[in-house]
């Protein structure tokens, strides 16, 4: 059974740093990897999408790596600000077509201004 | 277009009653998810449902959820005997079908069982 794992649960930078989001997952045979970001009573925002075929994906400030092999997946976050704060999400979807994702538990960041 | 919907917003329900949370997808998506919220559990999914098929092809089979699709882009989560355990955040999610297409989230609906 395929299980993700987010390290830290909780992470608190001061506005300017650069930071990253840590993810791994017990079974490489995955198809994709999405991040996503939730903002309290809020639905979940996709940030990046990692088919098992690519090594990152960039968006702005935002960069996303997958070392498929190893089972892990990292969110890089440049220049920090205020208003990332929020939880962020790893999730991996198992097999192609429609299977759902397994999420991790998520970060909660809080960058301080 | 408007993106993924979720109604009602909040529910609270007495512990034993069923409920329902239904779920507008995207216009023209295929495949409709739904995923219960927790902060113990994290984001499970509950069950999912592709193209035009009524049945729900379930994730975590269980006989007191339920999801039928009343019209391509809704969906209605089912909820028998509420207990407890069920109050969580509960979020729909709508993809293209295509198997490389992102999942896309609605606001979710917040359940409280007394």
């Known amino acids: 059974k395929q299980e993700v794992t987010q390290i830290p649960a909780a992470l608190s930078v001061p506005e300017g740093e650069n930071l990253v989001l840590n993810c791994s997952f017990t079974d490489s045979a995955i198809y994709n990897l999405q991040w996503f970001r939730q903002d309290p009573g809020k639905g979940l925002t996709s940030l990046l999408l990692?088919?098992?075929?690519?090594r990152e994906q960039t968006s702005g400030r935002l960069n996303a790596s997958l070392d498929k092999s190893s089972g892990r997946s990292t969110l890089y976050i440049a220049a920090s600000q205020p208003g990332d704060s929020a939880t962020y999400l790893c999730?991996?979807?198992?097999?192609?077509?429609?299977?759902?994702?397994?999420f991790g538990k998520g970060t909660r960041l809080s960058v301080i201004a | 277009g408007a993106g993924v919907s979720q109604s009602p917003r909040y529910k609270v329900a007495k512990r034993g009653r069923d409920v329902a949370l239904r779920c507008d997808s995207i216009?023209?998506?295929?495949?409709l998810y739904w995923y219960r919220q927790t902060l113990g559990q994290g984001s499970e999914v509950l069950t999912y449902s592709q193209s035009d098929a009524q049945r729900d092809k379930s994730g975590r089979p269980s006989g007191r959820f339920s999801a039928e699709r009343p019209e391509r882009s809704v969906s209605t989560l089912k909820i028998q005997r509420t207990e407890q355990g069920d109050s969580a955040v509960y979020l729909c999610a709508s993809s293209l079908g295509e198997s490389s297409y992102e999942q896309y989230f609605g606001p979710g609906t917040r359940l409280t069982v007394t």
């Open positions: 999730a991996v979807r198992q097999g192609s077509g429609n299977t759902p994702l397994v």
């Open positions: 216009s023209g998506h295929v495949t």
């Open positions: 990692i088919q098992s075929s690519q």
